[in-house]
T-cell receptor, first 113, second 114 residues
Framework: GENVEQHPSTLSVQEGDSAVIKCTYSDSASNYFPWYKQELGKRPQLIID?????GEKKDQRIAVTLNKTAKHFSLHITETQPEDSAVYFC????????????FGKGTMLLVSP | NAGVMQNPRHLVRRRGQEARLRCSPM?????VYWYRQLPEEGLKFMVY????????ESGMPKERFSAEFPKEGPSILRIQQVVRGDSAAYFC????????????FGDGTRLSIL
């Protein structure tokens, strides 16, 4: 089955810096890649997603890039703010008519003021 | 517009008891997914259901765990004869249908086994 590796496990940045989280996947059939943000004790919230027919997608300060050949995708957060502090999860899905997600183990992002 | 509703938020059981976790999908969503999250780990897929059908239960332990999504009412994840290793957060997600439809998560049920 699919395996998703996520790095780093923890990331500390200063407010205003950029943060990059990287994920690799094993199954070349995966074609949908969402990113979720989870604050302590709360639900995972979808922040951005990308399909395999697109190489990059942006939404304000957040962007995701996908390299299908290398089987990796990355989350980029610019101008980080303290409220960006949370655990971020990447996921991959083989869309065979449904979208069960295989998650990475998460990255704890800490943005210091 | 209510999101995915899960209850209870916290559940404490003694070893050997049964745990029942409930999930009501978002309005208009007919697909439900259950995930388990162990401390400091990612979410692991357990089961995918549509109304009255289990579509994929490849992530479910073979024994003691079962799930249903009846025609009326919420989806239920049932754990019989709970053991300490069942302690985890159990999240439910729903989506409107097949294909590239984002999954929206509930607040989860935190199950503690004494």
């Amino acid at each position: 089955g699919e395996n998703v590796e996520q790095h780093p496990s923890t990331l500390s940045v200063q407010e205003g810096d950029s943060a990059v989280i990287k994920c690799t996947y094993s199954d070349s059939a995966s074609n949908y890649f969402p990113w979720y943000k989870q604050e302590l004790g709360k639900r995972p919230q979808l922040i951005i997603d990308i399909r395999s027919n697109v190489g990059e997608k942006k939404d304000q300060r957040i962007a995701v890039t996908l390299n299908k050949t290398a089987k990796h995708f990355s989350l980029h957060i610019t101008e980080t703010q303290p409220e960006d502090s949370a655990v971020y999860f990447c996921a991959a899905s083989i869309n065979s008519g449904y979208s069960t997600l295989t998650f990475g183990k998460g990255t704890m992002l800490l943005v210091s003021p | 517009n209510a999101g995915v509703m899960q209850n209870p938020r916290h559940l404490v059981r003694r070893r050997g008891q049964e745990a029942r976790l409930r999930c009501s999908p978002m309005k208009g969503h007919s697909h439900v997914y259950w995930y388990r999250q162990l401390p400091e780990e990612g979410l692991k897929f357990m089961v995918y259901l549509q109304k009255e059908n289990i579509i994929d239960e490849s992530g479910m332990p073979k024994e003691r765990f079962s799930a249903e999504f009846p025609k009326e009412g919420p989806s239920i994840l049932r754990i019989q004869q709970v053991v300490r290793g069942d302690s985890a957060a159990y999240f439910c997600a729903s989506s409107p249908g097949q294909g590239y439809q984002p999954q929206h998560f509930g607040d989860g049920t935190r199950l503690s086994i004494l």
